[in-house]
């Protein structure tokens, strides 16, 4: 029993880090377990043997991965009679079989949010879902052919660069259709699954669980309309009940109250962030909260006017709302010190 409970251990261990580290997973369970190579290599070989993991390139240059299995390839007609809940238990939910419930409660919520907004939104003909099952768990993408969600949120609020867009996401509480939607979707979903992706045009939004951060990258080649991607393991501890209330105050009746900014998402082209118009990008929006925290990983430095829009003005004409700020450096410090310092 105690043998087999070890090379369970080891097993699910593989499983959940392999995508993270195909290359040196053998050394990682080495490590983790206190084995030699070779029986580390023996665990791989068998999961290989029994089909769970590929294995690719020989000797020092053998790189693993999970097998994934495609269990539906599906494309709806997006019209009046479309229902994300009606897909959902229908076909989405046998596929997930018997889940943990904490898991099974965030496909619930990730996959209807994510499908009702292109039913409401994106204004495509169709929406493709694909489902894949791997040893470790499920992978689902929902792709249309609209207008791109980036694409409509510029649009909707004018802005210069499509890349500014995430950011109004990034903050949670945007929408462009506000009397029908929250606009939290996006972001609670974002932070409930391992990993979490958006691709519209040539931007790739994405939020993993391995990191607190979002990031924002361009590809070069384009996506028409948009494309999400959500995936989560079996054995993770998520809780979007917990998610959401990580994001709730007691004094305010624990509603979606705090938020994170990734200030880096404001940055232009060239990376400077020095405006007051800058600033008021940022802060666009966060009326809404009445904590805020700025996080600033990735900003190397910051202008006057930038700072003094957002840590004197700002922060003088809405006494009610707390703001932090995290992850500067010494210049950042510096700035922002000099402009909570200022006399008004």
Known sequence: ??????????????????????????????????????????????????????????TRNKSY?????????????????????????????????????????????????MFNNVIDHSGSPTVKVFVDKTAAGFKILIADHGEGIFRKIQKALSLTDQ??????????????DPDNHSGEGIFFSSRAFDNFMILSDSIHFSHGSDSVHDWIMENTSRVNGTAVFMEINNHSLHNITEIFDDYASEEDDYGFNQTVVPVKLAQNGDGKLVSRSQAKRVLAGLDKFTNILFDFIGVETIGQAFADQIFRIYKNQHPEIKIIYINTNRNLDNMINRALTAKN
């Open 65 to 113: 991965k999970l097998t994934s299995q495609n269990l539906l390839e599906k494309e709806y007609a997006v019209n009046e009679q479309l229902n994300e809940g009606d897909v959902w238990y229908r076909d989405i939910a046998p596929l997930l079989g018997d889940l943990p419930e904490n898991i099974k409660d965030i496909w619930d919520y990730g996959f209807t949010e």
């Open 163 to 176: 890349r500014h867009a995430v950011l109004e996401l990034a903050k949670g509480k945007f929408t462009t």
């Open 1 to 58: 029993m105690a043998i087999h409970k070890k090379t369970l251990e080891i097993t699910n261990f593989i499983f959940d880090n392999v995508s993270q580290h195909p290359n040196d997973i053998a050394s990682l369970v080495a490590n983790q377990f206190g084995l030699s190579r070779q029986a580390s290599n023996r665990h791989l070989k068998r999961l290989v043997e029994k089909g769970h993991i590929l294995s690719e390139g020989v």
